[in-house]
């Protein structure tokens, strides 16, 4: 797996589509469902942190 972390952008969740990944039987859409696993989104974080030149101790969150 790989990110594209140097190229920030922001986007509504209104204005984003499910994967399709075909049909089934009965011919309803299927998606693709995949969720990111907790450590696999902070590496992501601490990337585009990195390529933006914020420190990583930026994404946590303070007591």
Same mark, same amino acid.
């Given at each position: 797996?790989?990110?594209?972390?140097?190229? =920030?952008? =922001?986007?509504?969740?209104?204005? $984003?589509?499910? =994967? +399709?990944? %075909?049909? *089934? +039987?009965? %011919?309803? +859409?299927?998606?693709?469902?995949?969720?990111?696993?907790?450590?696999?989104?902070?590496?992501?974080?601490?990337? =585009?942190?990195?390529?933006?030149? $914020?420190?990583? *101790?930026? $994404?946590?969150? *303070?007591?």
């Amino acid at each position: 797996m790989w990110a594209k972390c140097d190229k =920030v952008t =922001v986007a509504s969740f209104k204005r $984003l589509n499910l =994967v +399709r990944v %075909g049909k *089934s +039987r009965e %011919g309803k +859409r299927l998606y693709n469902h995949d969720i990111l696993a907790a450590e696999r989104l902070l590496e992501i974080r601490k990337a =585009v942190a990195r390529s933006i030149g $914020l420190p990583e *101790s930026m $994404l946590t969150k *303070s007591s």
